[in-house]
């Protein structure tokens, strides 16, 4: 049998802290990663920060680059609209199921209550990497208030690649407004057990999030050329 790996925590460490500069820009769309210079930042061995890139590497978000390196890998704007198309229909399913369950289930409601709560209180401070996480939370927060797991199973290794997308819209101070005003009008319906209306909430602030980073990629894909 195979020896179990001895690092297994620092692994998923190193790894969420890797993907969280990945996600909020820290590591650049196309910067070369030194894998030496990365364990000093972080003040561990080589190897779990290798592991830790293969496991990115895996899903997409770093490749290759030269002899055992790996690079950021840039945004598909064509990828990030696929996604967000799957991912309005996931949304919308999950809202319209929330709001049949939510007078049944007063820890989701409470749970959808807070994440609403906390997106309000951002401001012109709020760091990029805080305003994924809330952003992260409050869909979060619908999915399980839906009450179907396989909601969350199949979004979960999405995550990680909508993260990055949501840096790409996210650090346009007007948008952050306008998304929490979506995200206000989406959970008021579902509060108040509105299926359909909260399943058109969700389904169009999806479609706008997917137009506006796909536009924001394209421009920016525009002037790099």
């Known amino acids: 049998m195979i020896p179990l790996d001895p690092l297994p925590n620092l692994i998923d460490q190193v ?9 909020d820009r820290t590591l650049e769309p196309g910067q070369r ?8 930042k972080l003040g561990v061995s080589r190897q779990p920060v290798s592991h830790a ?14 002899r055992r390196g790996f690079e950021v890998t840039q945004l598909d704007p064509a990828r990030i609209r696929q996604l967000y198309e799957v ?7 999950a809202a319209r199921l929330a709001a049949v369950r939510v007078g049944a289930d007063a820890v989701g409601r409470a749970r959808l209550e807070a994440a609403l709560a906390a997106g309000r209180g951002i401001d012109r401070n709020t760091s990029l990497a805080e305003l994924i996480a809330l952003d992260v939370d409050f869909h ?21 690649h909508m993260r990055r997308s949501m840096a790409t819209v996210l650090s346009e101070l007007d948008y952050r407004d306008s998304a929490w005003t979506e995200h206000a009008d989406i959970a008021g319906h579902v509060l108040s057990g509105a299926a359909k ?3 058109r909430a969700a389904l169009a602030h999806a479609q ?12 920016t894909d525009e002037v790099a050329a």
């Open 15 to 23: 790894y969420a802290r890797i993907l969280e500069a990945i996600s």
């Open 33 to 40: 990663i030194r894998q030496n210079e990365l364990a000093d």
């Open 53 to 66: 890139l293969h496991l990115l590497h895996r899903q997409g978000l770093v490749a290759e680059s030269g």
């Open 87 to 93: 991912r309005g229909a996931i949304d919308a399913l």
């Open 140 to 160: 979060r927060a619908i999915y399980q208030l839906a009450g179907n797991p396989v909601i969350e199973e199949t979004m979960a290794p999405q995550w990680p």
């Open 197 to 199: 209306a909260a399943e």
């Open 208 to 219: 706008t999030a997917g137009r506006l980073t796909e536009e924001r990629l394209r421009a």
